[in-house]
């Protein structure tokens, strides 16, 4: 379910396309040698790196060793997270009506 609030963003499909990359936003990078690098905050790009904050630390990452960006959806999350919980919500509403007795 945490997979589908995800986006991919930059991947061989998409020809490694760094354009859609947003300044000051938050992704997740895969690499193939420093592994996944999580809440990575894009600063800019070269024709070689990409640069941005991760861990309060300026970091530079080769595009060569890039496998992939994500980036977390929180519109997708909450299309996902609300129905359910708009569901319970009215049943157990609905609930306690069948439950209430009149008193006289």
């Known amino acids: ?47 070689e790196n990409i640069k941005g904050f991760y861990l309060n630390k300026e970091l530079n990452i080769n595009k060569n060793d890039i496998i992939k960006i994500n980036k977390f959806s929180l519109g997708k999350t909450a299309a996902l997270v609300m ?4 569901i319970i919500a009215t049943l157990t509403f609905l609930n306690s009506f069948s439950n209430w007795e009149y008193n006289k």
Do not use: A, W
């Open 1 to 47: 379910m945490l997979n589908s609030c995800i986006t991919t963003k930059v991947n061989s499909t998409n020809k490694q396309d760094y354009s859609v990359l947003k300044e000051n936003k938050l992704y997740i990078i895969k690499t193939k040698n420093l592994g996944t690098i999580r809440h990575f905050k894009f600063i800019s790009e070269t024709d």
């Open 83 to 86: 129905p359910p919980i708009f």
